[in-house]
């Protein structure tokens, strides 16, 4: 089966770091691209950017370079989305997702269950 | 970027009730949009690719059509399972994605 498993929740203060990650089991981990999906609190699904872990090609949303850093280990199956000083607008639920691609169509199945990642002084 | 429009941003309906959902691109995004369901607390499940191939497992009454800069999502005949926020989502061969703004379906 495929399955993609997130870390657990995590509480933050401002100003702190954070890594959070999302491991793939039941294919091959190398060859599919992996994204990542916020969810503000009763809001909507916004991308956020996307790696590739056999090479760890990166691309990012604009709105969202430079606010985070998406990488991969592929030895262990993991990918990571990282925060080098948090901020309170960064409290949201956070979903990795795995692209499926045929030719030029692609979509995101499955997802992982989420980490909510909460930051509060 | 493309932005997706969709609407309405919530939809009240009785069970059996026919649904529609659109969305629309602001250019040409040919036939490059999925449709997702999120339930209450769960993460988002793919519903429908490239418009209107329907995801294996996914029932039938489920349906998706549309291309180029307006798109359309139905349920022929609601559920009291189909409550949930469904999104649709366009992507391009440069992997950039947008999803619009959600539509959150409830049972009247």
């Known amino acids: 089966e495929v399955q993609l498993v997130q870390s657990g929740a995590e509480v933050k203060k401002p100003g702190e770091s954070l890594k959070i990650s999302c491991k793939g089991s039941?294919?091959?981990?190398?060859?599919?691209?992996i994204g990542w999906v916020r969810q503000m609190p009763g809001k909507g699904l916004e991308w956020m950017g996307i790696i590739y872990p056999g090479d760890s090609d990166t691309r990012y949303s604009p709105s969202f370079q430079g606010q985070v850093t998406i990488s991969a280990d592929k030895s262990i199956s993991t990918a990571y989305l990282q925060w080098s000083s948090l901020k309170a607008s960064d409290t949201a639920m956070y979903y990795c997702?795995?692209?499926?691609?045929?030719?030029?169509?692609?979509?995101?199945?499955?997802w992982g269950q989420g980490t909510l990642v909460t930051v509060s002084s | 970027d493309i932005q997706m429009t969709q609407s309405p941003s919530s939809l009240s309906a009785s069970v059996g009730d026919r649904v529609t959902i659109t969305c629309q691109a602001s250019?040409?995004?040919?036939?490059?949009l999925n449709w997702y369901q999120q339930k209450p607390g769960k993460a988002p499940k793919l519903l429908i690719y490239d418009a209107s191939n329907l995801e294996t497992g996914v029932p039938s009454r489920f349906s998706g059509s549309g291309s180029g800069t307006d798109f359309t999502f139905t349920i022929s005949s609601l559920q009291p399972e189909d409550i949930a926020t469904y999104y649709c989502?366009?992507?391009?061969?440069?992997?950039?994605?947008?999803f619009g703004q959600g539509t959150k379906l409830e049972i009247k």
């Open positions: 989502q366009q992507y391009d061969n440069l992997l950039l994605y947008t």
């Open positions: 039941g294919y091959s981990f190398t060859s599919y691209w």
């Open positions: 250019q040409d995004i040919s036939n490059y």
């Open positions: 997702a795995r692209l499926l691609r045929a030719g030029i169509s692609n979509w995101f199945d499955p």
